[in-house]
Protein backbone atom coordinates (compact mmCIF):
# COMPACT_ATOMS: atom_id res chain seq x y z
CA UNK A 1 0.00 0.00 0.00
CA UNK A 2 1.63 3.44 -0.94
CA UNK A 3 2.28 5.32 2.18
CA UNK A 4 2.70 9.17 1.85
CA UNK A 5 3.84 10.75 5.04
CA UNK A 6 3.83 14.19 6.15
CA UNK A 7 6.25 15.47 8.18
CA UNK A 8 3.60 17.10 11.01
CA UNK A 9 -0.13 16.64 11.63
CA UNK A 10 -0.44 20.13 13.44
CA UNK A 11 2.28 23.30 13.46
CA UNK A 12 2.15 26.35 15.05
CA UNK A 13 4.11 29.42 13.25
CA UNK A 14 4.58 33.27 13.56
CA UNK A 15 4.09 35.59 11.01
CA UNK A 16 7.49 36.40 9.29
CA UNK A 17 8.99 32.76 9.82
CA UNK A 18 10.09 30.55 6.96
CA UNK A 19 8.61 27.55 7.36
CA UNK A 20 9.01 24.23 5.60
CA UNK A 21 6.36 21.38 5.44
CA UNK A 22 7.86 17.73 4.53
CA UNK A 23 6.29 15.00 2.21
CA UNK A 24 7.85 11.74 1.91
CA UNK A 25 6.44 8.63 -0.46
CA UNK A 26 7.41 5.03 -0.38
CA UNK A 27 6.45 3.75 -3.79
CA UNK A 28 8.56 5.50 -6.32
CA UNK A 29 6.15 7.56 -7.58
CA UNK A 30 7.07 9.88 -10.62
CA UNK A 31 4.41 13.01 -9.73
CA UNK A 32 3.92 14.44 -6.08
CA UNK A 33 1.70 17.94 -5.47
CA UNK A 34 1.01 20.19 -2.28
CA UNK A 35 -2.34 21.50 -2.04
CA UNK A 36 -4.37 24.13 0.13
CA UNK A 37 -7.81 22.74 1.71
CA UNK A 38 -10.05 25.30 2.84
CA UNK A 39 -13.80 25.18 3.58
CA UNK A 40 -15.76 25.80 0.52
CA UNK A 41 -13.00 26.55 -1.65
CA UNK A 42 -12.19 22.51 -2.03
CA UNK A 43 -8.47 21.43 -2.79
CA UNK A 44 -6.13 24.18 -4.48
CA UNK A 45 -3.61 23.07 -6.17
CA UNK A 46 0.19 25.39 -4.91
CA UNK A 47 2.99 23.52 -6.62
CA UNK A 48 3.66 19.81 -8.27
CA UNK A 49 6.68 18.50 -9.30
CA UNK A 50 6.66 15.46 -12.40
CA UNK A 51 10.64 14.27 -11.58
CA UNK A 52 13.48 14.93 -9.41
CA UNK A 53 14.75 18.79 -9.51
CA UNK A 54 11.65 19.46 -11.78
CA UNK A 55 8.95 21.87 -10.32
CA UNK A 56 5.41 23.57 -11.43
CA UNK A 57 3.32 26.04 -10.33
CA UNK A 58 -0.19 25.46 -9.66
CA UNK A 59 -3.12 27.48 -9.12
CA UNK A 60 -1.87 29.73 -6.09
CA UNK A 61 1.86 29.56 -5.71
CA UNK A 62 2.01 32.78 -4.39
CA UNK A 63 3.90 32.86 -1.31
CA UNK A 64 5.39 29.43 -1.58
CA UNK A 65 8.09 27.61 -3.42
CA UNK A 66 9.03 23.76 -3.45
CA UNK A 67 12.12 21.28 -3.46
CA UNK A 68 12.27 18.10 -4.27
CA UNK A 69 15.95 17.02 -4.18
CA UNK A 70 15.42 13.12 -4.14
CA UNK A 71 12.59 11.34 -6.04
CA UNK A 72 10.69 10.48 -2.82
CA UNK A 73 10.53 13.73 -0.59
CA UNK A 74 8.71 16.94 -1.87
CA UNK A 75 9.50 19.93 0.47
CA UNK A 76 6.80 22.81 0.60
CA UNK A 77 8.32 26.70 1.90
CA UNK A 78 6.70 28.97 3.18
CA UNK A 79 9.10 31.84 2.97
CA UNK A 80 7.65 34.36 5.02
CA UNK A 81 4.62 32.95 6.69
CA UNK A 82 1.53 35.32 6.73
CA UNK A 83 -1.90 34.69 8.96
CA UNK A 84 -3.50 34.12 5.37
CA UNK A 85 -1.39 31.20 4.90
CA UNK A 86 -3.38 29.04 7.69
CA UNK A 87 -4.98 25.77 6.05
CA UNK A 88 -4.40 22.39 5.64
CA UNK A 89 -2.38 21.43 3.80
CA UNK A 90 -2.05 18.08 1.75
CA UNK A 91 0.81 16.07 0.44
CA UNK A 92 -0.31 13.63 -2.73
CA UNK A 93 1.48 11.34 -5.11
CA UNK A 94 1.32 9.21 -8.55
CA UNK A 95 2.78 7.19 -10.65
CA UNK A 96 1.46 8.38 -13.74
CA UNK A 97 -0.15 11.20 -15.12
CA UNK A 98 -3.85 10.32 -15.24
CA UNK A 99 -3.32 7.87 -12.27
CA UNK A 100 -5.03 8.35 -8.78
CA UNK A 101 -3.38 10.62 -6.39
CA UNK A 102 -2.43 9.40 -2.69
CA UNK A 103 -2.54 11.63 -0.15
CA UNK A 104 -1.00 12.33 3.32
CA UNK A 105 -3.00 12.94 6.95
CA UNK A 106 -2.30 16.71 6.09
CA UNK A 107 -0.40 19.08 8.35
CA UNK A 108 -2.90 21.67 9.97
CA UNK A 109 -0.87 25.07 9.47
CA UNK A 110 -2.07 27.83 11.90
CA UNK A 111 0.11 31.16 11.45
CA UNK A 112 -0.42 33.32 14.66
CA UNK B 1 -12.03 27.17 -18.94
CA UNK B 2 -11.44 23.90 -17.76
CA UNK B 3 -13.51 23.72 -14.20
CA UNK B 4 -15.42 21.20 -11.91
CA UNK B 5 -18.67 22.17 -10.06
CA UNK B 6 -19.95 20.20 -7.38
CA UNK B 7 -23.23 22.62 -6.63
CA UNK B 8 -24.08 20.82 -3.30
CA UNK B 9 -22.10 22.15 0.16
CA UNK B 10 -23.86 20.05 1.95
CA UNK B 11 -26.10 17.19 1.23
CA UNK B 12 -28.34 15.37 4.41
CA UNK B 13 -30.23 12.00 3.22
CA UNK B 14 -31.66 9.59 6.16
CA UNK B 15 -30.20 5.80 6.52
CA UNK B 16 -31.67 3.68 3.14
CA UNK B 17 -32.35 6.50 1.22
CA UNK B 18 -30.87 7.12 -2.03
CA UNK B 19 -28.21 9.14 -2.55
CA UNK B 20 -26.64 11.34 -5.64
CA UNK B 21 -23.69 13.84 -5.29
CA UNK B 22 -23.44 15.84 -8.28
CA UNK B 23 -20.58 16.86 -10.51
CA UNK B 24 -20.09 18.86 -13.47
CA UNK B 25 -17.31 19.02 -15.18
CA UNK B 26 -16.01 22.28 -18.40
CA UNK B 27 -13.77 20.01 -20.54
CA UNK B 28 -13.58 20.38 -24.39
CA UNK B 29 -11.59 17.03 -24.66
CA UNK B 30 -12.26 12.74 -23.17
CA UNK B 31 -12.14 13.63 -19.58
CA UNK B 32 -10.64 11.66 -16.59
CA UNK B 33 -12.60 11.50 -14.28
CA UNK B 34 -11.90 10.66 -10.52
CA UNK B 35 -14.45 10.87 -6.72
CA UNK B 36 -12.56 10.71 -3.68
CA UNK B 37 -13.70 10.28 0.13
CA UNK B 38 -12.64 11.61 3.06
CA UNK B 39 -14.08 10.46 6.48
CA UNK B 40 -13.67 12.21 9.64
CA UNK B 41 -9.64 11.65 10.92
CA UNK B 42 -8.56 10.03 7.61
CA UNK B 43 -6.83 10.84 4.63
CA UNK B 44 -8.15 11.18 1.63
CA UNK B 45 -8.71 8.26 -0.55
CA UNK B 46 -9.70 7.22 -4.22
CA UNK B 47 -13.33 5.98 -4.23
CA UNK B 48 -13.36 5.24 -7.96
CA UNK B 49 -12.74 6.38 -11.30
CA UNK B 50 -14.91 6.71 -14.48
CA UNK B 51 -12.88 4.00 -16.64
CA UNK B 52 -12.62 1.37 -14.19
CA UNK B 53 -17.23 1.09 -14.26
CA UNK B 54 -16.70 -0.22 -11.20
CA UNK B 55 -18.92 -0.06 -7.78
CA UNK B 56 -16.85 0.66 -4.36
CA UNK B 57 -18.73 0.51 -1.55
CA UNK B 58 -22.11 0.40 -3.15
CA UNK B 59 -21.06 3.72 -4.93
CA UNK B 60 -21.31 4.00 -9.06
CA UNK B 61 -20.86 7.28 -11.07
CA UNK B 62 -21.37 7.08 -14.89
CA UNK B 63 -19.52 9.58 -17.01
CA UNK B 64 -22.70 11.45 -19.10
CA UNK B 65 -20.74 12.93 -22.05
CA UNK B 66 -23.94 15.18 -23.24
CA UNK B 67 -24.60 16.34 -19.68
CA UNK B 68 -20.71 17.32 -18.60
CA UNK B 69 -21.90 15.19 -15.73
CA UNK B 70 -20.24 12.55 -13.07
CA UNK B 71 -22.77 12.38 -10.54
CA UNK B 72 -21.83 9.98 -7.93
CA UNK B 73 -24.95 7.60 -6.76
CA UNK B 74 -25.88 5.25 -4.37
CA UNK B 75 -29.06 3.05 -3.72
CA UNK B 76 -29.28 3.09 -0.42
CA UNK B 77 -27.21 5.23 2.51
CA UNK B 78 -25.20 4.07 5.27
CA UNK B 79 -24.22 6.02 8.61
CA UNK B 80 -20.99 5.38 7.54
CA UNK B 81 -21.17 6.65 4.18
CA UNK B 82 -21.11 10.31 6.12
CA UNK B 83 -17.81 12.12 4.72
CA UNK B 84 -16.81 14.48 2.28
CA UNK B 85 -16.96 13.39 -1.43
CA UNK B 86 -14.51 15.53 -3.88
CA UNK B 87 -15.02 14.75 -7.64
CA UNK B 88 -11.51 15.60 -9.93
CA UNK B 89 -10.80 15.97 -12.96
CA UNK B 90 -7.79 14.85 -15.00
CA UNK B 91 -7.43 17.12 -18.43
CA UNK B 92 -4.28 15.82 -19.25
CA UNK B 93 -1.11 18.36 -18.03
CA UNK B 94 -0.60 16.84 -14.94
CA UNK B 95 -2.67 19.04 -12.57
CA UNK B 96 -5.60 17.55 -11.48
CA UNK B 97 -8.58 19.95 -10.96
CA UNK B 98 -11.04 19.54 -8.01
CA UNK B 99 -14.11 20.35 -6.83
CA UNK B 100 -15.08 22.19 -3.55
CA UNK B 101 -16.34 19.25 -2.31
CA UNK B 102 -19.92 18.12 -1.14
CA UNK B 103 -20.16 17.01 2.58
CA UNK B 104 -22.55 14.13 2.74
CA UNK B 105 -24.38 13.31 6.28
CA UNK B 106 -26.87 10.34 6.99
CA UNK B 107 -28.96 10.26 9.63
CA UNK B 108 -30.22 7.28 10.99
Known amino acids: DVKVTQSSRYLVKRTGEKVFLECVQD?????MFWYRQDPGLGLRLIYF???????EKGDIPEGYSVSREKKERFSLILESASTNQTSMYLC???????????FGDGTRLSIL | AQRVTQPEKLLSVFKGAPVELKCNYSYSGSPELFWYVQYSRQRLQLLLR??SRESIKGFTADLNKGETSFHLKKPFAQEEDSAMYYCALYPGTYKYIFGTGTRLKVLA
Open chain 1, 49 to 55: SYDVKMK
Open chain 1, 27 to 31: MDHEN
Open chain 2, 50 to 51: HI
Open chain 1, 92 to 102: ASSWGQNQPQH
